[in-house]
């Protein structure tokens, strides 16, 4: 390993012999899908337990409130799991944000959830890449630094959300204060590639609600005085899925509502999700949105409300941001490591941290494949991201010195 301090070196290697696997395998075997509260409640306990291992306050942090449109067109209150938050140093002279997640996309009445090898140095699991191998990592690269002897110039927040798979609504306005006044951020959302490339540039992310009221009638004997709620919203979805062009994704996902077949329905409810890459097309998005529902909503003589919004901002490349890759790729090069990034056109907590102003890498945690039943981790990424992500952090440091 060229290129490397020999504090650098011994921080390196300490991070890489931390015991990540083993942590790993007792944290995969707790289901903690986004919607599972007693989950992610034992699952922010073994947090908690780990991450003492740190200096600092460390607590759990209650939720924000959600509204969430339900299939009766009602909205409620949806409920979170509570959020780790650990405060390291405050008045250090570098300050840097940790970022993760403890949910994973596999609800507790799911198929998932063993972890098995399919082959040696492979295994598969929910939530073994996407994110508990990286919450590992993050953990092993800080237990690292804090044993380093430039450890007090470094103050840092951690965060490790219980929604973020859901998009970080109850975690959202945490986010923002922990990413204020930081001179970096690292989130350790599993590599965009198996081969390890990072996500440079992501777009938005917006997910809505529309909620279509019509009026009831038969539908034989007086049609003709119902407003059909179900064809308003498949014209508005059709609309809506016209806007799409070069940096602007529109997904119209689900219908729900309609009536008995000789029942004109009086409520639909569409929901859509839309990506823009930038900020003036996401405002543009925005207007375009509005006008499409003003206008089934005259023409099909019907009450039309939206919810929901725009949740991720688009995170562009900036210099700052470019700055940051740079330092992640010689850290890597001097670790033996090809660093490369490419844009992703998921979304992720890098998106809401990048719009605070704070550059951001966020995916510094470990190869592998997400979002399925074929998610799997390759294990020696354990080691080697835990070993960028050290080498990295102290370069952070050197940089204020």
Known sequence: MGGMSSRELEAVERASAEPMLDQLLSWAGINSGSRNLGGLERMAELLVDAFTALPGVLRLENPEPVDAIEPDGKAVKMKHGRHLHLTVRPTAPIQLLFTGHMDTVFGADHAFQQAR????????????????????VMLAALKAIERSPTSDRLGYEVVINSDEEVGSLSSAALLARAARGKNAALTYEPAALPDGTLAGDRPGSGNFAIVVRGRSAHAGRNPEDGRNALLAAADLALRLDQLKRDGLSVNPSRIEGGSPSNVVPDLAILRVNLRPRTPEIEASAKREIDEAVVAVAAERDVEISLSGGFARPPKPLTADAEALFNLVRKAGSDLGQAIAWKPSGGVCDGNNIAACGVPVVDTMGVRGKIHSMEEFLITESLAERAALSALTILRLIGQAA
Request: hydrophobic share 45%; net charge negative; aromatic share 4%.
């Open 117 to 136: 090898w399919l082959e040696e140095g492979v295994l598969n699991g929910p939530g073994v890449a996407d994110m508990k191998g990286g919450l590992a």
